[in-house]
């Protein structure tokens, strides 16, 4: 009997990694005869006219656009597992498949990049409490950014002075004793507030679904109420994903009632909050933002937010590490019978 792993180029687009991962995790388990077959960009075959071998056992498809039929697999005599990186939409798929005999695996949620997000979330945050980005650029125009020390008899309350590069109109210095204001408690959002309790924040968290036990764990307080929430908020971190549900959730009024000073980081979606209100209150000096995701990507060379003294941006790569790759491959062959994961 023998493994197979089908990789097309749809799925390479966005995961180029995890294909190479899977084949390691198979060749380092005890299974038996693995067949890769990377299919070339333009090989549009479905599924069953690939000509896979009949004594197929347990096949990994990697593809997001691949005809997989109606899940009956007539050419795969011998099927018992197969794992896809994308659930059909077809409802009959798992049904027929099961009246085969065949047991099929899809991934269980996007667990897979939440570690890498919310690791690129809690360095946003530091950025921008301590303005590295800003500071990094101006060393390279200017001593000027060096030149903490007032003049001699100058010194004088609440001025900068040695080593202090804060921006004392926002929110700054250490996480530590924050009060940290977390939207949704899934995957990133957890993690999030795990991070930010561990460094000795105060964190408070809100979730429609998550049960408490979540909030527990996250070393997070719970809320039941947005307004509630962002009315105390140092640091302020929507980390719902967009969904119909949750566009716009966060409204003009909850970002008008955010304190002045107070820093937004934004790491899943911008679509989930009122982007309007937080660019106006952005550009007038009334709150900072870390972002890797923006209301429009990619965003302008002459956007407002660019270069901005009180933003730190990056173009939406929080969530695609080598780590995340691994993880997407490991999430699907985890399920599979006898075959362990690429690491442990």
């Known amino acids: 009997m023998r493994d197979v792993i089908v990789v097309n ?67 795969l005599p011998h099927l018992k597992e197969a794992a896809f990186a994308e659930k059909p939409a077809a409802d009959e798929f798992t049904a027929n498949a099961a009246a085969r005999g065949v047991d099929v695996y899809f991934p269980r949620n996007e667990g897979f990049w939440a570690q890498s997000v919310a690791e690129f979330a809690i360095g946003l945050t530091v950025n921008g409490l301590r303005r590295i980005p800003q500071t990094y650029a101006a060393m390279r125009d200017s001593l000027d950014i060096w030149r903490y020390y007032p003049g001699e008899g100058n010194g004088r309350p609440r001025t900068r002075a ?37 460094l000795g924040a105060d964190v408070v968290g809100w979730s429609a679904s998550a049960p408490d036990p979540v909030f527990h764990r996250s070393g997070a307080r719970r809320r039941f109420r947005l307004e509630e929430l962002v009315a105390d908020a140092d640091i302020f971190a929507p980390m719902i994903p967009h969904l119909p549900a949750t566009e716009g959730l966060i409204t003009r009024e909850l970002i008008d009632a955010l304190p002045k000073g107070c820093l937004v980081v934004c790491v899943t979606r911008m679509q989930i909050l009122d982007s309007d209100a937080l660019r106006r209150r952005v550009e007038a000096d009334e709150l900072s933002l870390a972002a890797d995701v923006f209301d429009i990507e990619p965003l302008p060379l002459d956007d407002p937010l660019i270069g901005r003294h009180n933003v730190v941006h990056t173009p939406h790569n929080a969530g695609r590490t080598l780590d995340s790759n691994r993880e997407f491959a490991d999430g699907l062959i985890e399920q599979f019978r006898r075959v362990r994961p690429s690491h442990p």
């Open 9 to 75: 180029e749809s799925f390479e687009r966005h995961w180029s990694y995890s294909a190479d991962f899977a084949r390691q995790s198979w060749q380092n388990s005890q299974s038996e005869t693995l067949q890769f077959v990377r299919l070339a960009p333009d090989d549009h075959r479905p599924l069953d006219r690939l000509e896979l071998p009949q004594d197929t056992r347990r096949l990994l498809v990697l593809s997001f656009d691949l005809d997989l039929g109606d899940g009956s697999f007539p050419a």
């Open 162 to 198: 040695a080593q202090f590069g804060d921006d004392p109109g926002f929110v700054s210095g250490t996480v530590a004793g924050k009060r940290v204001r977390v939207v949704g408690m899934g995957n990133i959002g957890t993690r999030y507030a795990s991070f930010c309790s561990a």
